[in-house]
């Protein structure tokens, strides 16, 4: 019988599945809802030292929906990291773990470029009892002023520094949240995995704009006329998600073999999960899909990716994760592969060709004159 637990950097999921920072666990409330649903993990909305220099508007969230005006395929938010006080919320991740101390319960953190505020925020946090950090480099909207999100995400250089400040503080696992943003998600994930951190998470949301409304002819989501670019996510950007998971899956197979990925973008069934995990997916994380279907989402997710195991006759998680790695290459290695294939299948015809007129049989006399015309 095939189980969906599964441990990664000690810690004990009962299934793979991670709500991902974002409005689906932006307070107790709905943290606690989450766990009581069955998610093996909640990353909390990212949270800073100082909330109140984060403002936020309405309406924040822009939909493209199919041609038929009948599903949400993507999604974008200009939403900003949590306001809620710092104090609040240490109280809050206590009282959570209290009542759910077998949930991972992991909190997402982002500050400025100040070692200072990077190693307070990580003390405080583990001292009242999450299982883990989740650094967010990678929120391509908000706050770029302050070099923070995305903006520290795509200097690997700045990016590295902080990865050290943190990993000199954290008594608990770190994953390094990165941005989709980027020319090579490479070279961030392994400067992040040079400087101690155990796994990495991605992808966050693109930044997008999500239309442009044209009875008013303005760009949306519209704020008193006005917009910003956002981050953009849902069922649309699995097949980029993919790509980068898999690159990062690679990464870590050749170069840094201990450590970890979670992976997430476009996650809406378990057949979804199960592609992250072939592609190398430790976890897989859900935010925009909570938003859509709900916190019990959680149960289809569980019983087609079980199901999907049973088919195959996995009993584990780590019995195919990774397991369609191998089956990337280059293109010149394709063209090559085609051709041998068929020059495998030229020569294997020229086999079956009539060549004296001993060799032709009274059972195969149609196949033999057949492979003799041109």
Not at 55 to 77: A, C, F, H, M, Q
Not at 121 to 127: A, H, K, T, V, Y
Not at 214 to 221: A, F, G, S
Not at 230 to 242: H, N, Q
Request: glycine fraction near 8%; charge should be negative; proline fraction near 5%.
């Amino acid at each position: 019988m095939p189980t969906l637990a599964t441990t990664v950097d000690g810690l004990k999921f009962k299934n793979p599945f991670v709500i991902a920072s974002g409005p689906p666990g932006t307070n107790m409330n709905v943290i606690n809802r989450a766990f009581r649903e069955g998610w093996g993990g909640v990353i909390a909305k990212t949270v800073s030292l100082d909330a109140s220099k984060v403002v936020n508007v309405t309406p924040r969230y822009g939909k493209l929906l199919s041609r038929d005006k009948k599903e949400v395929i993507g999604w974008e938010n200009i939403e900003l990291i949590s306001d809620r006080p710092f104090e609040i919320w240490l109280e809050e991740f206590k009282k959570i773990k209290e009542a759910h101390p077998d949930g991972i319960l992991i909190a997402s953190v982002m500050e400025e470029y100040n070692q200072d505020a990077w190693i307070e925020i990580i003390e405080r946090c583990q001292d009242v009892g999450v299982d883990a950090f989740e650094l967010n480099f990678s929120c391509p909207h908000g706050l770029p002023e302050r070099n923070m999100g995305a903006a520290m995400g795509q200097d690997p250089e700045i990016m590295g520094d902080v990865c050290k400040w943190v990993m000199s503080a954290a008594k608990i696992p770190v994953w390094t949240k990165l941005t989709p943003n980027i020319t090579n998600i490479v070279e961030p994930a392994r400067r992040a995995l040079w400087s101690k951190c155990h796994g990495l998470s991605a992808i966050n949301t693109i930044r997008s704009v999500i239309g442009v409304n044209l009875d008013t002819l303005r760009p949306e989501p519209s704020v008193e006329g006005y917009t910003t670019p956002g981050g953009y996510s849902s069922r649309a950007v699995k097949p980029i998600a993919l790509r980068m998971c898999m690159e990062l899956a690679q990464l870590i197979k050749e170069e840094f073999p201990a450590h970890t990925l979670s992976g997430m973008g476009g996650v809406e069934t378990g057949e979804d999960a199960a592609e992250f995990i072939l592609l190398g997916s430790d976890t897989v994380q859900v935010c925009t899909g909570v938003m859509k279907f709900g916190y019990e989402m959680v149960k289809p997710l569980c019983e087609q990716l079980l199901a999907f195991m049973e088919k195959h006759k996995f009993e584990t998680i780590a019995d195919f994760k990774g397991a369609s790695l191998p089956y990337f290459t280059t293109h010149a290695d394709l063209v090559r592969r085609q051709q041998e294939r068929k020059a495998a299948q030229k020569a294997a015809e020229e086999q079956k060709m009539i060549k004296a007129d001993g060799e032709w049989t009274g059972d195969d006399f149609v196949k033999q004159s057949a492979a003799l015309a041109s």
